[in-house]
């Protein structure tokens, strides 16, 4: 509850588009943590 409020505070205090472009990003990075990772992990069962 407080997470969410806080998050809509800073949404409002922002304008929507930079907002969009921030998530649009952080969803990027997650995406390339994850592959990343995934492919460290096969790497290391074929070359184990």
């Known amino acids: ?3 969410a409020f ?3 505070v800073v949404r409002e ?4 588009q930079k ?3 921030s998530s ?3 969803r990027k990075l ?3 943590e994850s592959a ?3 492919g460290i992990f096969h790497y ?3 070359y184990s």
């Open 1 to 3: 509850m407080n997470g």
């Open 6 to 8: 806080r998050y809509r």
């Open 13 to 16: 205090r922002t304008g929507k």
């Open 19 to 21: 907002d969009f472009l």
């Open 24 to 26: 649009h990003a952080l």
């Open 30 to 32: 997650v995406l390339f």
């Open 36 to 38: 990343f990772a995934c």
């Open 44 to 46: 290391a069962t074929i």
